[in-house]
């Protein structure tokens, strides 16, 4: 099985960056891994996504222009980098992970469809 694991969260002010890390204790060979984030007292939302070759990516809104995903395979890590960031940008941020397939690619917006998940990890941004 494979077993994720999120840091580099932490408290900042609003502007400053962080940047994220996903760390897969097995390989992540042939899967697309994403973020998601779930701010207090609201549902997880999906913020990130980046295929297993890493040269295709999708954003939310929301976060588009400001986050950047990526990945180093012989690491078994995917990284989000966060900069501008805003108080919306609070929430505990979890790393998921699955195979790179069709279906995948298409309901990649659906916690649902992911088979691995890390623990998160707390962002707090204050203005």
């Known amino acids: 099985q494979v077993q994720l694991a999120e840091s580099g969260g932490g408290s900042v002010q609003a502007g400053d960056s962080l940047r994220l890390s996903c760390a897969a204790s097995?390989?992540?060979?042939?899967?697309?891994t994403v973020w998601f984030r779930q701010p207090p007292g609201k549902e997880r939302e999906f913020v990130a996504r980046?295929?297993?070759?890493?040269?295709?990516?999708y954003y939310a809104d929301s976060v588009k222009g400001r986050f950047t995903i990526s990945r180093d395979n012989a690491k078994n890590t995917v990284y989000l980098q966060m900069n501008s960031l805003k108080p919306d940008d609070t929430a505990v941020y979890s790393c998921?992970?699955?195979?790179?397939?069709?279906?995948?690619?298409?309901?990649?917006?659906?916690?649902?469809?992911?088979?691995?998940w890390g623990q998160g990890t707390r962002v707090s941004v204050s203005s």
């Open positions: 998921a992970a699955s195979l790179d397939t069709s279906d995948s690619r298409i309901y990649y917006r659906s916690p649902g469809i992911y088979d691995y």
């Open positions: 980046i295929n297993w070759s890493g040269g295709r990516t």
């Open positions: 097995g390989t992540l060979d042939r899967h697309a």
